[in-house]
């Protein structure tokens, strides 16, 4: 069985493209040689800068031949139909087999298909797999039709066995396939022979060329920590990093250099972001101080000098970079440190768009202002300190050191705050109010950036909401779901109860008052501040009566609301916008749940709960509920509920009733149903102050322990009794098993 070796040798290929393409080659090449019935053992794919390598183990020499049968239409069917069949299958009439089934004779064709040299389906696939290769960008060049990503020079195609190698017959616009290829640009461009993967790849390393990418990463990172702790020194880790610089050689070379002097006091975050994105420099950090001192470069070759030539001709270009970095950060501090301080951004904002609808960077540094004071009491913060901390937070977009670097928005205001004189707690408010960005980020735990977080992410989604401007399918162009995510797990995971209702349903009315185009924040505020104190002091339904009497009914941005002019119509879609972005959180949560193994099922039955939008007070029900279902007792008391219920429910609605009270032991006739009343006694006694007390794992603890009553009750009693009386006292009977596991989580939603 021979094996196959494929190399596409070209420019260079950018180095993000790299990983992906060597994927998207295996999978091309193996699925249509599997398709054309040429199994292989197993393949691999390589890449470096200037070319992609395909290997593929113990590949059959020829297709196996394969016989297809087709069922055909009926042996009487119109001569039409029978001919289309004919033309389909490449057959004769005679050709055909004609069988009787249960419904009547069918036409049935054979179709054998010769089997094919390994060479002809490899140089058919290859073929197929370079003219239509997905790259993101692709080019021609020349005079020819071939695309690719960078101008291609060779291609490599060979099978070998243990009697040799033979070149497989393919050629592509003028490009032949042979078994040459050649090793690194200047230090062995030279053709090489190549016989198959193993003399491939020794060779191509003997030619300073490190085939596999993993390897060049290997190297890079072992040798630039090594260089770095002989100085006493640590690379700062950066594995995105190490990704791309290890697709940018062939022959690495790590060499370490200093940073100058005049530059070693300015932020390590600017040093690491400069050498990162301009110079794809790795970082070296004094352990004991923490600054950046030195950086790591990695050539793509050795030189006599030992790389003392390519060290300062970096040294000259990064010194120009970090000089830009330098008078950024100095006139930064000028204005942070100023009289009017960072105040002098903020007001630059006004100028800044946000959206078109929801106006502009300063509205929403207002709205944030307004919320983050209003949810400090609920998280624990000082609201003076968190009204400021939302002021400033946003401040440094107008900085000249975002500006080149808007990766290091947040930290720069932190760093400003700082220089400022404001408080660590306002400084760090701006650092960690973004997050989190992703669901492996730390969440922000300090009461006043957790306010500010809270508020940024609130009026992202209430602002978004308002305006009609959802997330829909795969598409979430303003990040929506990421914010809701955000405000799940700030609020879980720092175990905030935090009803967020009333705070949606204000968020919604706050960027409402924004699209209305009231701009004086003097306006803003006595047009909101009734129905913020109906909503806070009297719930949701009285915010809503507010909004009947507003001259509010601009912010309903549906039709039925606008075309009525009904004021009240506007405040029912309000209304409906807050529960649908309520339902939109819940959705979040179940995907941030089934990561942490509890079913969709087991959320929907807390869902369904009072106090939806405390998604603290629900993960811990749903929690709860989760591990009580894990025991036998919890998993056997769901079926004893559900049968339960569904008799109960059957009996209702024949009877035309609800059987919803006056069970009483008195009329009780089995030792079996006495107990049971005896353990829902007990069960109730524990579970309604625990409920009270919220605490969901005693109660849930106590409704497992009616299972081997109810199980007991099922056992021994028919519910339907002829006697009425004994009838409407077990139905009531049922009836407390379904107020009392209801009581704890709707059971009825639960699988099983």
């Not at 950018?14 to 992906?20: G, H, I, N």
């Not at 009240?568 to 179940?590: C, P, Q, Y």
């Amino acid at each position: 069985m021979p094996d196959l070796l494929i190399e596409i040798f070209s420019e260079e290929i950018p180095a993000r493209m790299q990983r992906r393409a060597a994927e998207d080659l295996q999978k091309l090449m193996t699925n249509g040689l599997a398709e054309a019935g040429l199994t292989y053992a197993s393949a691999a794919a390589f890449s470096t800068p200037r070319r992609l390598t395909l290997a593929v183990e113990g590949m059959l020499d020829a297709s196996p031949r394969q016989v297809e049968e087709r069922k055909g239409p009926k042996a009487d069917a119109p001569e039409k139909a029978i001919e289309g069949f004919l033309r389909g299958a490449g057959l004769t009439r005679d050709q055909l087999e004609e069988r009787e089934t249960p419904k009547g004779a069918i036409l049935f064709a054979k179709i054998e298909k010769p089997g094919r040299p390994a060479a002809e389906i490899v140089a058919e696939v290859l073929e197929q797999t370079i003219r239509n290769f997905p790259w993101p960008k692709s080019m021609r060049w020349g005079t020819g039709a071939l695309k690719w990503v960078r101008p291609l020079h060779s291609i490599v195609c060979i099978t070998s066995a243990e009697d040799g190698a033979q070149i497989v017959p393919f050629e592509l616009d003028g490009i032949t396939a042979g078994d040459v290829t050649y090793g690194h640009r200047f230090l062995a461009p030279d053709a090489i022979k190549v016989t198959g993967f193993e003399d491939y790849e020794a060779k191509l390393k003997r030619a300073f060329v490190v085939l596999n990418a993993e390897d060049r990463a290997e190297t890079i990172w072992h040798d630039a920590t090594n260089m770095a702790f002989a100085g006493g020194l640590e690379v700062v880790e950066d594995a995105g990093l190490l990704a791309e610089v290890a697709g940018l050689v062939e022959w690495p070379v790590v060499l370490m250099g200093p940073i100058g002097a005049d530059f070693l006091d300015l932020p390590p975050e600017v040093l690491q972001t400069s050498m990162r994105e301009h110079q794809k420099f790795f970082s070296v950090r004094n352990t004991k101080t923490g600054r950046i001192e030195k950086f790591i470069t990695v050539a793509n070759r050795t030189t006599s000098d030992h790389g003392v030539t390519i060290l300062a001709g970096n040294e000259k270009v990064l010194g120009a970079r970090l000089s830009d970095a330098k008078f950024f950060w100095e006139n930064d501090l000028r204005v942070a440190k100023s009289d009017a301080g960072m105040a002098t951004w903020v007001k630059a904002l006004e100028n800044v768009t946000f959206h078109n609808k929801l106006g502009t960077q300063a509205e929403l540094i207002d709205r944030m202002a307004v919320l983050a004071r209003e949810l400090a009491p609920m998280v624990g913060a000082d609201p003076d300190e968190a009204e400021e901390a939302a002021r400033l937070a946003k401040a440094d977009l107008s900085s000249e050191m975002v500006y080149e670097f808007p990766e290091l928005q947040g930290l720069m205001g932190s760093y400003y705050a700082k220089a400022a004189g404001k408080s660590d707690a306002v400084a760090d408010a701006a650092r960690e109010h973004y997050a989190p960005l992703g669901p492996s980020d730390d969440v922000p735990t300090a009461p006043v950036s957790v306010a500010v977080a809270l508020a940024e992410k609130i009026d992202k989604l209430t602002g978004f909401w308002a305006i009609d401007e959802k997330p829909t399918g795969s598409k979430d162009p303003f990040a929506l779901r990421r914010a809701a995510l955000g405000v799940i797990r700030i609020l879980v995971e720092n175990d905030l109860q935090l009803g967020l209702k009333v705070q949606l349903l204000l968020g919604i009315l706050r960027n409402g008052i924004t699209i209305q185009g009231i701009n004086e924040a003097a306006q803003r505020a006595e047009a909101f501040d009734s129905a913020k104190a109906a909503a806070l002091d009297e719930g949701l339904l009285a915010a809503l009566d507010v909004l009947k009497s507003a001259d509010l009914n601009s912010l309903a941005n549906i039709d039925e609301a606008e075309a009525s002019k009904d004021v009240e119509a506007g405040a029912t879609v309000i209304s409906g916008w807050t529960f649908n972005l309520i339902s939109f959180l819940h959705d979040r949560l179940k995907v941030y749940l089934k990561d942490q193994g509890i079913r969709h099922d087991i959320i929907d039955a807390c869902i369904a709960m009072p106090q939806n939008d405390d998604l603290t007070l629900l993960v811990k029900r749903a929690k709860a509920l989760s591990e009580t279902l894990k025991t036998d007792d919890g998993e056997n008391l769901i079926q004893g509920f559900k049968r339960a219920n569904n008799i109960l429910t059957q009996a209702e609605e024949a009877d035309g009733v609800e059987y919803s009270y006056g069970a009483d032991v008195k009329f009780a006739e089995t030792d079996e149903e006495r107990e049971l009343f005896k353990a829902l006694d007990a069960a109730e006694a524990v579970i309604t102050p625990a409920m009270e007390k919220q605490d969901f794992t005693t109660a849930m603890s106590a409704m497992a322990t009616l299972r081997g009553p109810i199980d007991a009750f099922f056992d021994a009693v028919q519910v339907n009794s002829d006697i009425s009386v004994v009838r409407r006292n077990r139905l009531n009977l049922l009836s407390r098993i379904r107020a009392i596991c209801t009581s704890v989580a709707d059971l009825t939603k639960v699988d099983g």
